[in-house]
């Protein structure tokens, strides 16, 4: 330790222990070692924590939206299905038909118009952080 440790003014210095060294010093391994350094990477760590969560955070908002406009998706489909099946009951029978099935999935049908034998069905759901988000479907016989 001699001589070296004497102007370090602490025998534990030379080795990286104990408080930083003066500013200029050396700590071990020769490189250079400023007072207040001693935390640093927790406030690092904690930063990039916070910005994970951050991002999972919007990963699971964009997620639920697109889960929601899937679902209404499927109502919309099976709504107008199900009214293109009871046309032949009446275009009031055929919406009511179309209503029920959308309700049923957790859907508002916000629109069902009959022409002729095709059906168009709107369904909107609730509002999430995107907005409400909306589907549309048509069903009908096959065209040949």
Request: charged share 20%; aromatic share 4%.
């Amino acid at each position: 330790m001699g001589a070296r440790a004497g102007v370090a003014g602490a025998a534990g210095v030379e080795r990286g222990e104990g408080v930083g060294l003066e500013r200029g010093g050396r700590g071990a391994g020769g490189r250079r070692r400023v007072l207040g350094e001693r935390g640093a990477a927790s406030v690092v760590a904690v930063a990039v924590g916070a910005v994970w969560f951050g991002v999972v955070v919007v990963g699971v908002h964009v997620g639920e939206a697109v889960v929601a406009r899937h679902r209404l998706g499927a109502a919309a489909d099976l709504g107008a299905l199900a009214a293109a099946g009871e046309v032949a009951s009446g275009v009031a029978h055929a919406c009511s038909r179309a209503e029920w099935v959308v309700a049923r999935m957790g859907g508002r049908m916000t629109a069902c118009l009959v022409e002729g034998w095709e059906v168009t069905v709107r369904v909107s759901g609730e509002a999430t952080v995107f907005g409400t988000p909306s589907a549309r479907a048509r069903a009908g016989p096959a065209e040949t």
